[in-house]
């Protein structure tokens, strides 16, 4: 969840620094304290997690969220008090204190939310936690409730033009640019926890190689293999979704509200893997957690796959304006962007599958799909080819060839003339 809200938090940062198109310092000040506070969320949230029943985490948690976003809505005062710090759009419009009163009032809506949350924390903490979630879904819930509405009583008179720039309507493009940027980071990040992780903790004692492993330092590490070969593995899941991710974005021309949504939750399962590599590094710590480990690990990469697969789905639905025409329905590229992106969903599927079977053999099966799924890029591009040209020589088969028929029954006829 906190990934969640900090993903809110940065789309609303996004959408906030589209309105405003300079800075000052007092709007750099602003934005660093606001950088600040969610930098802070993760500690409330863990907080939350180790004292569910105690109000103090969930009071900090939306402290911090209602900070930002009075950080934020302070930012667009102080901008439209100064209106050359402006977009030009907007500096030009005739229509400024309108713009300012509908933007602070989205910006608001989280914050209010979570005043909410705060109040229900003293005597009922679940539903703290629900109007936390809402903060996430507020902009698709207020979609749909206008949806059913307009169903009900009625399409409403469609807002004044100049409000569209900050608006949540789900065909809105967000900045392709800055969604690769936020991901790229994201990835990052999750690559860093995992190198710290493996740098330092595995490094022998000397003390130990001499008493232990009687001076071999090979046995000594050999001790560790486990934590090497879950590293390995991890390490390239985590480096091939990122390339799954980057060449998905190479095709898609203009991202969309539903694309944003999925790549957030793509990558809220992304930040698990450091989790899922510490729990297949404790294979010779905890054998018997080996198989509930393993399918734990299966499920968040399997997550984190398919969701960048319904990001490609959610761009063939609209693929004129989204997709590059190379990865149309009909494009060169279309049908080795589809196995792409295919492949760890099967592959994490078919390894849950193996385990729930051949359960002795668990930890094999994982080593074996993450060991294979990199061999399997790589050759991806010249089986995707073969399989295309086996389905052309089919149908070219199955397709009777002109005048085959006439010819058959020409040594029936007379000889002409």
Known sequence: MTFLIVTAAWAAHTRLFQVVGKIDDTLALLNLACMMTITFLPFTFSLMVAFPEVPLGILLFCVCVMAVGAVQALIVVYAFHFPHLLSPQIERSAHRALYRQHIVGIILRGP???????????????VSYLLMATVVFLPYVSKAAGWCRARLVGPREPPARSLEIFTFDLHEPLSKERVEAFSDGV???????????????????SKDVKEKFRGSLVAALGASGPHFLAYFGSFATVGLLWFAHHSLFLHIRKATQPMGLLNTLSLAFVGGL??????????????????????VSCAIIFFASIFQFAI?????????????????FGGREHAFMFAKLVLYPCASLLAFACTCVLSRFSTAIFHAMQIAVPFAFLVLRLLVRLALAGLRGL??????????ADDAQSPLLPAPC
Request: proline content about 8%.
């Open 312 to 328: 490609w789905t959610t761009a063939l639905l609209q693929e004129g304006e989204t997709l590059q025409p190379s990865a149309r």
């Open 395 to 404: 149908r070219g088969l199955a397709r009777p060839v002109p005048g085959a």
């Open 112 to 126: 209010a939310l979570c005043l909410a949350a705060a109040g229900f924390s003293l005597f009922f903490y679940p």
């Open 274 to 295: 450091p989790l899922a590599y510490q729990q297949t590094s404790a294979f010779a710590r905890r054998p018997h957690d080996e198989l509930e480990s393993v399918r």
């Open 187 to 205: 990835y990052a990040i999750v690559a860093t926890l995992l190198i710290l992780d493996i740098c330092e903790d595995n490094v022998p004692d």
